[in-house]
């Protein structure tokens, strides 16, 4: 099982979590609130995961 599906079954109804990775690639175009690092089901390591709230101010409609 990947990263993604862990997130993902840590995220509530319609909430979107990010790995530290996909965070920072996308960073400049979405608010995210930190979630600190979390641990996931069948990993070792905690990962630090970002909640995403919404598209930045900054981001333009050709960005999306």
């Known amino acids: ?3 993604a599906q862990r997130l993902e079954s840590i995220a509530e109804p319609g909430q979107v979590i ?3 990775a996909a965070f920072h690639a996308v960073a400049q175009h ?3 609130e930190p979630l600190g690092l979390v641990q996931l089901k069948g990993r070792r390591a905690q990962e630090m995961a970002y ?3 919404g ?3 900054s981001a333009t409609r050709a960005d999306r």
């Open 55 to 57: 598209m930045a101010a």
């Open 51 to 53: 909640s995403v709230e």
């Open 1 to 3: 099982v990947n990263l």
């Open 18 to 20: 990010l790995s530290d």
């Open 30 to 32: 979405i608010v995210a």
